[in-house]
Nanobody
Framework: VQLQASGGGLVQTGGSLRLSCTTS????????IGWFRRAPGKGREFVAA????????NYADSAKGRFTISKDNVKNTVYLEMNSLKPEDTAVYYC?????????????????WGQGTLVTVSS
């Protein structure tokens, strides 16, 4: 495990959470960082990703308008701000790093992964 994801927890429908991803092994300004999630009984799916500089982002349709990914290269941390949470957002959320310039939504194209943080949204 090269990345550390944190910030998960239990929240009610409509609530908010902010996830954080960091590492002490390398600097994020050399990497595209992505967030993925795995819901119970489902495969891992893309949520959002941000470029090396933080200038470009990409979101899954399920995240658009509700989630915001941001990057602080000074703190070497990437955040996923999640608002208007729904029960279907319940999942283990993983951050991943890709040592390329292009933002992609395929998990096998990422090089390093964190251990995941559990988000549970109650109805």
């Amino acid at each position: 495990v090269q990345l550390q994801a944190s910030g998960g927890g239990l929240v009610q429908t409509g609530g908010s959470l902010r996830l954080s991803c960091t590492t002490s092994i390398f600097t994020f300004d050399d990497y595209v960082i992505g967030w993925f999630r795995r819901a119970p009984g489902k495969g891992r799916e893309f949520v959002a990703a941000i470029s090396r500089t933080g200038e470009r982002t990409n979101y899954a349709d399920s995240a658009k308008g509700r989630f915001t990914i941001s990057k602080d290269n000074v703190k070497n941390t990437v955040y996923l701000e999640m608002n208007s949470l729904k029960p279907e957002d319940t999942a283990v959320y993983y951050c991943a790093a890709r040592r390329r310039t292009t933002i992609v939504d395929k998990d096998f194209m990422y090089d390093y992964w964190g251990q995941g943080t559990l988000v549970t949204v109650s109805s």
